[in-house]
């Protein structure tokens, strides 16, 4: 038995304290002689929740076992994966969480207690009912919590996974953990939902335990129309609230995103935020490469929403950063798709979002796959966004190496989860002679080099270093809108953050252990960003702003600068579990 008390600030859950419980107050509940007599500190629950964690025998079970916990003791939860989130982050997110959405409807009845509340499900044949449905949601939590923040899939391109329907789930409820261990987001104040709009996959639609609807996924017209209902109604019933889409199929990932960016304020990630994180891994990179950003040629394998997302925010600091021409930068950029390297007269009808960055230069050469077009290109970066498992093989790596002798290749295995991503960091190093620039869209270990025993750690492009301060940021300053410039300003920020030894060290991004530290300034550079550029609402972060410049800013041009009054203010405003059980415990008992 774990007895519960609500919070002095009531919270979604009734927030169990378990065994922490002071004496006395099991007393005035009434559950002497209910419970065993200890009475432990945090730092005791804390132990036996990670050798419970560390004794189960493989990554689902561990999943499982974590979701349980943050729905039965949510303040143990985040005190666990805030001291542990190296360790952690790849269970609650990826490539975990992957297998956890393939068998979503498998694991549900296991992952919460009976009837709790920890998301919306919405059927695409009750759209029509989404001011009930939110109303019964509203219904569930304590007068007061008002989600702040969604983030919102209809599951139909699960990381490289494909189409996995209401077993998407898992997406939102992964993603909003995170914002909340990294940025210091209101657990409290966090909606995952799905869009159960059917799914084309028929494993699931063959599967007798699966929990969504049964049947085929609808067409443009009657997505787009659900979507407006939905979204509609989310955002009359909380008009402050800050929507993440995610994991939506390409043509719908970037409809939505141009539909609705300057109507309420929302934010894509796959296209959005992989942009961001990798331009500052870039940004790193170039200082490293030994050649100028104006000499780079970039190859993308992989031309979805994510890889064109990254490649325009790459132009986007090229034109800014480096005052390259807009047509310059772009012909700097090749994609390979399933046809071979994208150009104009390839004979084929391109997607739209495929379009912009077509070769018109090709003449007749048409490159079918990523071997010619290596050949063809000789890029000095090689990134990858195609979800196809070892597509950058030994003799891919080693030709990288060959062609850039002079520089440092740099090379982005950046799909997820680990079974989709192009190669391995040992790999890249082995192949490379241990000259690689590398990150990767999902976590690997650290490699040895044999001939000195030198450890290196791999860079990693995780969107974890970049939505939660965005988010963060967009509920504290509320923006109008998430525009390219602001984004800009996150990925600016995020490569400052670097510390002097992991610059010493060649690393990309700033080590996980400081994702809190590095989220906060990543913050207020938004912040920063928001009111210079006139979007920010909130009275209080303007008037901040104004009276605290950031030294180094001279324009409006996204800089990614910030100053210490606002860090100071934003650290003030992350939520954190509490230290001990009296934070807790309401003043009448």
Same mark, same amino acid.
């Given at each position: 038995?774990? *007895?519960?008390?609500?919070?002095?600030?009531?919270?979604?859950?009734?927030?169990?304290?378990?065994?922490?419980?002071?004496?006395?107050?099991?007393?005035?509940?009434?559950?002497?002689?209910?419970? !065993?007599?200890?009475?432990?500190?945090?730092?005791?629950?804390?132990?036996?929740?990670?050798?419970?964690?560390?004794?189960?025998?493989?990554?689902?079970?561990?999943?499982?076992?974590?979701?349980?916990?943050?729905?039965?003791?949510?303040?143990?939860?985040?005190?666990?994966?805030?001291?542990?989130?190296?360790?952690?982050? !790849? $269970? $609650?997110?990826?490539?975990?969480?992957?297998?956890?959405?393939?068998?979503?409807?498998?694991?549900?009845?296991?992952?919460? !207690?009976?009837?709790?509340?920890?998301?919306?499900?919405?059927?695409?044949?009750?759209?029509?009912?989404?001011?009930?449905?939110?109303?019964?949601?509203?219904?569930?939590?304590?007068?007061?919590?008002?989600?702040?923040?969604?983030?919102?899939?209809?599951?139909?391109?699960?990381?490289?996974?494909?189409?996995?329907?209401?077993?998407?789930?898992?997406?939102?409820?992964?993603?909003?953990?995170?914002?909340?261990?990294?940025?210091?987001?209101?657990?409290?104040?966090?909606?995952?939902?799905?869009?159960?709009?059917?799914?084309?996959?028929?494993?699931?639609?063959?599967?007798?335990?699966?929990?969504?609807?049964?049947?085929?996924?609808?067409?443009?017209?009657?997505?787009?129309?659900?979507?407006?209902?939905?979204? @509609?109604?989310?955002?009359?019933? %909380?008009?402050?609230?800050?929507?993440?889409?995610?994991?939506?199929? @390409?043509?719908?990932? %970037?409809?939505?995103?141009?539909?609705?960016?300057?109507?309420?304020?929302?934010?894509?990630?796959?296209?959005?935020?992989?942009?961001?994180?990798?331009?500052?891994?870039? $940004?790193?990179?170039?200082?490293?490469?030994?050649?100028?950003?104006?000499?780079?040629?970039?190859?993308?394998?992989?031309?979805?929403?994510?890889?064109?997302?990254?490649?325009?925010?790459?132009?986007?600091?090229?034109?800014?950063?480096?005052?390259?021409?807009?047509?310059?930068?772009?012909?700097?950029?090749?994609?390979?798709?399933?046809?071979?390297?994208?150009?104009?007269?390839?004979?084929?009808?391109?997607?739209?979002?495929?379009?912009?960055?077509?070769?018109?230069?090709?003449?007749?050469?048409?490159?079918?796959?990523?071997?010619?077009?290596?050949?063809?290109?000789?890029?000095?970066?090689?990134?990858?966004?195609?979800?196809?498992?070892?597509?950058?093989?030994?003799?891919?790596?080693?030709?990288?190496?060959?062609?850039?002798?002079?520089?440092?290749?740099?090379?982005?295995?950046?799909?997820?989860?680990?079974?989709?991503?192009?190669?391995?960091?040992?790999?890249?190093?082995?192949?490379?002679?241990?000259?690689?620039?590398?990150?990767?869209?999902?976590?690997?270990?650290?490699?040895?080099?044999?001939?000195?025993?030198?450890?290196?750690?791999?860079?990693?492009?995780?969107?974890?270093?970049?939505?939660? *301060?965005?988010?963060?940021?967009?509920?504290?300053?509320? *923006? @109008?809108?998430?525009?390219?410039?602001?984004?800009?300003?996150?990925?600016?920020?995020?490569?400052?953050?670097?510390?002097?030894?992991?610059?010493?060290?060649?690393?990309?991004?700033?080590?996980?252990?400081?994702?809190?530290?590095?989220?906060?300034?990543?913050?207020?550079?938004?912040?920063?960003?928001?009111?210079?550029?006139?979007?920010?609402?909130?009275?209080?972060?303007?008037?901040?702003?104004?009276?605290?410049?950031?030294?180094?800013?001279?324009?409006?041009? *996204?800089?990614?600068?910030?100053?210490?009054?606002?860090?100071?203010?934003?650290?003030?405003?992350?939520?954190?579990?509490?230290?001990?059980?009296?934070?807790?415990?309401?003043?009448?008992?």
């Amino acid at each position: 038995m774990s *007895p519960s008390i609500q919070s002095a600030s009531p919270v979604k859950k009734p927030l169990s304290v378990g065994t922490a419980l002071p004496y006395a107050t099991r007393t005035a509940m009434h559950l002497k002689g209910l419970v !065993p007599s200890a009475v432990e500190d945090f730092s005791a629950q804390e132990a036996r929740a990670r050798e419970q964690l560390r004794s189960k025998g493989t990554d689902l079970e561990k999943y499982i076992f974590l979701s349980w916990l943050r729905n039965t003791n949510l303040n143990l939860f985040y005190r666990l994966v805030l001291g542990n989130l190296k360790e952690i982050a !790849p $269970i $609650i997110y990826t490539p975990t969480v992957g297998q956890a959405c393939q068998e979503f409807s498998h694991i549900y009845p296991f992952l919460a !207690p009976p009837n709790a509340v920890d998301g919306l499900y919405v059927p695409l044949n009750e759209v029509d009912n989404i001011g009930e449905i939110i109303q019964n949601y509203k219904e569930s939590i304590p007068e007061g919590d008002v989600p702040e923040i969604t983030v919102i899939t209809d599951g139909s391109r699960i990381l490289g996974l494909g189409d996995l329907g209401m077993n998407g789930m898992g997406i939102p409820v992964g993603k909003l953990q995170l914002y909340v261990a990294a940025a210091g987001l209101d657990p409290r104040r966090c909606l995952p939902i799905v869009l159960d709009f059917g799914t084309d996959n028929p494993k699931y639609l063959e599967d007798p335990l699966y929990l969504g609807i049964r049947q085929k996924r609808p067409d443009d017209a009657e997505f787009y129309a659900a979507t407006e209902k939905v979204l @509609t109604g989310l955002t009359t019933a %909380f008009p402050e609230i800050f929507i993440q889409f995610e994991d939506f199929n @390409t043509p719908h990932a %970037f409809g939505l995103l141009d539909q609705w960016r300057d109507r309420i304020l929302c934010f894509n990630d796959d296209i959005q935020g992989t942009g961001s994180v990798i331009l500052a891994g870039f $940004i790193s990179a170039i200082k490293l490469a030994g050649i100028p950003a104006k000499d780079q040629r970039v190859l993308f394998v992989g031309a979805g929403s994510a890889g064109v997302g990254v490649a325009k925010q790459l132009v986007d600091y090229l034109v800014i950063e480096h005052k390259i021409p807009e047509e310059q930068a772009k012909a700097m950029f090749w994609f390979v798709d399933s046809r071979g390297v994208i150009t104009a007269n390839r004979g084929d009808t391109l997607a739209d979002h495929k379009v912009y960055f077509a070769r018109n230069d090709n003449g007749d050469t048409q490159c079918k796959n990523l071997e010619e077009a290596l050949e063809y290109v000789k890029p000095t970066a090689l990134i990858g966004l195609s979800t196809i498992y070892k597509a950058f093989n030994e003799k891919i790596l080693t030709r990288m190496n060959q062609l850039n002798q002079d520089a440092r290749p740099i090379i982005f295995p950046l799909s997820n989860p680990k079974t989709k991503a192009e190669c391995t960091f040992e790999e890249a190093m082995r192949f490379t002679n241990n000259r690689v620039l590398f990150a990767s869209g999902t976590a690997f270990p650290e490699y040895t080099i044999p001939e000195t025993g030198e450890v290196r750690v791999p860079g990693q492009g995780n969107n974890m270093y970049v939505f939660p *301060p965005i988010g963060l940021g967009a509920k504290l300053a509320k *923006p @109008t809108r998430i525009t390219d410039s602001l984004v800009f300003a996150v990925s600016k920020a995020l490569s400052n953050t670097l510390s002097a030894d992991e610059i010493a060290r060649g690393e990309l991004y700033p080590r996980i252990e400081r994702i809190r530290e590095t989220s906060a300034q990543v913050t207020a550079a938004f912040i920063h960003q928001a009111v210079r550029e006139g979007l920010a609402q909130s009275q209080k972060w303007i008037d901040l702003v104004n009276a605290n410049p950031a030294s180094s800013a001279t324009s409006s041009a *996204p800089d990614g600068t910030y100053s210490q009054a606002v860090l100071d203010e934003v650290c003030n405003n992350m939520w954190a579990p509490a230290e001990s059980v009296q934070q807790l415990l309401p003043t009448k008992l």
